[in-house]
């Protein structure tokens, strides 16, 4: 019974999706206690600033309130605030700001070339705020790799854990999933840390006991009331350069609009330390770039876009890291969870877990979480079939499945790197418009090998002694395959080996996770100090200069990051002033 229920779960799964979303309310949404965040309508028409940072996300809010300590910063964010929505804050709530597909959500859907839906921010705060939560560091040789201060970095994560990062409580799912991966030989047992260690572990969370989420946007409880503002739907078309009487470009102001459309200006105030910063992310950052003039000349020029810089690396080197998932029905309930344990396997695949009524939506939603149909995940019914009669049917039809089809969780792997690349286009001119995206999941026949691996150690896990209270004896791994692949998790075609070999579930079962980067380079872009290559005072700072993603998941770096280069920034400047 519990078999057909999912069978027929999955296909209601489409149905929905598309038709209904939890639309988030339309009310301003509460400032927390900030005096310095106010609506880009009150913005004058012409401001100066030392520091104009773009996007305030999950890198831009601590680095604007790092630097607000020694300077006057602007933070432009294109979205709202956080706080009072109770569909970005609660973790019951998990995945309906992700599924609001209304203009003024958190979180803006787009659909990479792949054929695989995905979701960038657009909310102060960025992409944690509608993340899953884990917090877990990079590994130290990532840090060396990069060339970043091993002492600053660490000072730069504590930072952040001061207000951000919790040790989540471990229910009977979660406990079941670790010590199965223990017993699959994913060793050692690392306990609690948040540090990148190989083995099993169970790491951070943005959420609190309380089940309240904490973002990016918390840090700016560490800014200069007195150095900063942050206005909020401001969105920038342009980053403005001077040219004349200079060697090369200087960017010196920016062009954004407020909510009514009216253009503001904003310029730097003269001084050889002031710059202009973008954060806007791995979508955001390379889109701005080309929109104002650096990018590929032959592309630039399709668009009617004036040439400052012909940089052809921009919108180059995208990549996103590949998920892919089994679910497993539980005769036994399990608790709501999203991701607290992890995996960190020897051949570059980790493997973690959420569990849940709902997929830990939240009993009261429906909204199935992570993986659910109004997230996108799902998302492959033909627009005419999207009647307001066929919604009503599926949602009718949802609420009738017998509890046990939705207990259960999901196990999923995502591989390190990756090592694929894809590229990045403008559609057009308009900045809150999705650009083109291309990952080529699985090209490289390494990130292909890494992701079956994966998968054969969620085999062993789901087959171990630990897990037997939460599967059903007779189901068998490609029945569990089959029941995850029954579900259109992605516009890709499907195959009838999909069960039969892991390498074609790999490549037609494929989700994102939400990690992708890439688009501005280090060594392409932007050199090690993340200023822009052959323009002065202009500089990217975000996961759109990474070259492969950091650790398990990648916000606490990136919040790292933000911190970081702040401090860098501030003595660099202390340093000029002193001399």
């Known amino acids: 019974m519990v078999l057909a229920s999912w069978r027929f779960l999955a296909a209601a799964f489409a149905a929905v999706l598309f038709l209904h979303g939890s639309r988030a309310s339309d009310e301003a949404y509460p400032t927390q206690s900030y005096s310095f965040v106010r609506n880009a309508i009150s913005a004058p028409p012409l401001s100066y600033y030392d520091y ?49 597909l ?16 995905n979701a960038r921010a657009r909310v102060l705060g960025g992409g944690s705020c509608l993340n899953a939560g884990f917090y877990s560091r990079a590994a130290p040789q990532y840090v060396r790799d990069v060339g970043w201060d091993g002492k600053l970095v660490n000072e730069s994560y504590a930072w952040v854990e001061r207000l951000v990062a919790f040790e989540p409580k471990i229910g009977q799912w979660q406990t079941a999933v670790r010590d199965g991966l223990l017993e699959s030989g994913v060793v050692p047992d690392n306990g609690f840390t948040y540090d990148h260690i190989p083995g099993t572990k169970v790491g951070g969370t943005i959420f609190d006991e309380s089940g309240h989420r904490h973002t990016a946007a918390d840090l700016l409880e560490y800014a200069d009331p007195k150095g900063i503002a942050v206005l909020l739907h401001a969105s920038v078309h342009k980053i403005l350069f001077k040219r004349k009487g200079t060697s ?18 904003a310029y730097l105030r003269r001084g050889p330390r002031n710059e202009i910063i973008v954060s806007s992310g791995a979508l955001g950052s390379p889109q701005l770039l080309m929109l104002s003039g650096l990018g590929p000349k032959a592309h630039l020029q399709a668009h009617n876009i004036s040439l400052v810089l012909d940089q052809p690396m921009v919108g180059q080197g995208m990549s996103d890291n590949p998920m892919n998932a089994v679910f497993i029905p539980s005769p036994n309930p399990v608790e709501v969870s999203l991701i607290q344990v992890v995996g960190i396997t020897p051949f570059g695949s980790f ?130 395959l089959n029941l995850t692949a029954s579900a259109p998790v ?62 398990t998941n990648p916000q606490a770096t990136v919040m790292m990051l933000g911190r970081y280069m702040g401090v860098k920034i501030l003595n660099e400047r202390l340093a000029s002033e002193a001399s």
């Not at 090369?248 to 200006?265: C, E, Q």
């Open 248 to 265: 090369r470009p200087v960017a010196h102001g920016v062009v954004f609009r407020d909510s009514t459309g009216a253009k503001h200006r």
């Open 351 to 480: 493997i973690e877990a959420a569990s849940g009524e709902n997929f830990a939506g939240g009993a009261s939603t429906k909204d199935y979480g992570m993986f659910s149909p109004k997230i996108g995940q799902l998302a492959t019914l033909p627009p005419r079939q999207r009647t307001p009669e066929a919604l009503a049917k599926a949602i009718e039809d949802m609420d009738r499945l017998e509890k046990a089809a939705l207990q259960g969780g999901f196990i999923l792997e995502k591989i390190t790197g990756p090592k694929s690349t894809g590229h990045m286009e403008l559609r057009s001119r308009n900045p809150n418009d999705n650009p083109s995206v291309t990952f080529n999941y699985f090209q490289d026949p390494d990130d292909l090998r890494r992701c079956v691996e994966g998968l054969s150690t969620i085999e062993r896990v789901i087959e171990s002694k630990a897990f037997a209270d939460f599967k059903y004896d007779a189901m068998t791994f490609a029945s569990l």
């Open 52 to 100: 104009i940072v773009i996007g305030g996300g999950t890198a831009g809010c601590p680095l604007a309130a790092t630097l607000s300590h020694n300077a006057s910063v602007l933070l432009l964010e294109r979205g709202s605030s956080p706080y009072g929505n109770r569909n970005i804050t609660d973790l019951d709530a998990f995945g309906a700001a992700l599924s609001d």
């Open 490 to 551: 992605n516009l890709l075609p499907r195959h009838r080996n999909t069960s039969t070999s892991l390498e074609q579930y790999c490549r037609d079962s494929v989700m994102t996770i939400w990690h992708y980067h890439g688009g501005c380079q280090v060594g392409m872009v932007v050199d090690r100090d993340y200023r822009v290559l052959g323009v002065d005072t202009l500089r990217v700072i975000d996961g759109s200069t990474f070259n492969h993603s950091p650790g």
């Open 102 to 117: 209304s203009p003024s959500s958190p979180s803006q859907r787009f659909i990479s070339e792949d054929g695989v839906i």
